[in-house]
């Protein structure tokens, strides 16, 4: 079993360490692979998403793992603007110091040291540890400061959106697909796959959580054809606009 808390504290205190050293005004930068927030938004999504989690309140009766259902996709995005808006006139440091004291809870919950609270997400470690593998590489768009392209939060979350990829397929009877990453490959449901898709990790985390335009993701290595596959990267809904990193 990955040690998901070590890797969700390694993105933790890189994210913060590069929102600390942002110059003030680059706080306010529109982080675009998520264009409705910016820098200080996405920190106050996720310190959100941590406190929710390790305390159980706020995010009660979302089922998470049907994320593509209308009515779920609404609770989480109302959910995350409540979350976003609470903190959206806290200085930064505030927020960030909310985030660690939410961690000390919530990482030994990740390890397995404590029990998570009722009312939190099934799987809350996953759930954590993906959206930070996403995030930590949108604050880096944001700020202009790519790296930590091979971490194992990054690899984690492609193994995550996998497994949601596989709910989805069977959910909607959908066809298999083979998804290989350098010296990785899963496929997303039983039975032979009809398509391949062949892509750097990094790549395939970022698309796997819809940051790539559907032409994007065409112009990537598929054996076979693409467009069956098209919506099962797009767990937030479809993203028009191409994402450059």
Sequence with gaps: MPDLAQAY?????????????AAPGRLQ???????????????????????????G???????LALFWDPNVAAAREEFVDAEIKARRDLPLEEIIAEWERSSAELEPMMRGEKPFPAGAPAMGEWVVLTDLGVHHHDLRGALGAPGDRESLATGLSLRSYVETMRMRTAAMGLPVLRIVAGSRSWTTGEGEPVA??????FELARAAAGRRSPDQLRSLA????PEPFMELFYPYGMRT?????
């Design 241 to 245: 606009d191409p994402l450059e990193e």
């Design 57 to 63: 309140e706020g995010i009660r009766d979302i089922n």
């Design 29 to 55: 930068t529109r982080v675009p692979a998520c264009p409705a927030w910016d820098v200080k938004d996405l920190i106050a999504h996720v310190t959100g998403i941590a406190t929710a989690v390790s305390t």
């Design 9 to 21: 504290a390694d993105a933790r205190k890189t994210m913060s360490d590069l929102a600390r050293s």
């Design 222 to 225: 598929w054996d076979g054809d």
């Design 196 to 201: 391949t898709l062949t892509a750097d990790p």
